[in-house]
């Protein structure tokens, strides 16, 4: 079993950056397949990306690519979420998830592990 917790959200311009984090507990953190989820007030949860731990280039959604970029410290047990050009839109409590899986998934239900979640809020 991990154990998840975010942190670094916050609130940024539109057009700004910030760069989440999600330190994982336990000593197999490397044979998890991680992805990132959001929820907005009142929508279901999305997906954001995925980078299995097969080594595979992680995937994203059509809403974030070419803005974010999910990378992956194995000996420091952690997950990144680079979010570039940051929109009113991707304001959202941001989630990270793990699975055993070989193959990312951009499906919540395949996650059976997340953590608790940070605010991420992008003024206009």
């Known amino acids: 079993q991990v154990q998840l917790v975010e942190s670094g959200g916050g609130l940024v311009q539109a057009g700004g950056s910030l760069r989440l984090s999600c330190a994982a507990s336990?000593?197999?953190?490397?044979?998890?397949?991680m992805g990132w989820f959001r929820q907005a007030p009142g929508k279901e949860r999305e997906f954001v990306g995925a980078?299995?731990?097969?080594?595979?280039?992680?995937w994203y959604a059509d809403s974030v690519k070419d803005r974010f970029t999910i990378s992956r410290d194995n000996a420091k047990n952690a997950l990144y979420l680079q979010m570039n050009s940051l929109k009113p839109e991707d304001t959202a409590v941001y989630y990270c998830?793990?699975?055993?899986?070989?193959?990312?998934?951009?499906?919540?239900?395949?996650?059976?592990?997340w953590g608790q979640g940070t605010q991420v809020t992008v003024s206009s």
């Open positions: 998830a793990a699975s055993k899986a070989a193959a990312a998934s951009k499906a919540a239900k395949e996650y059976p592990y």
């Open positions: 336990g000593r197999t953190f490397s044979s998890y397949t």
């Open positions: 980078i299995s731990w097969i080594g595979a280039m992680p």
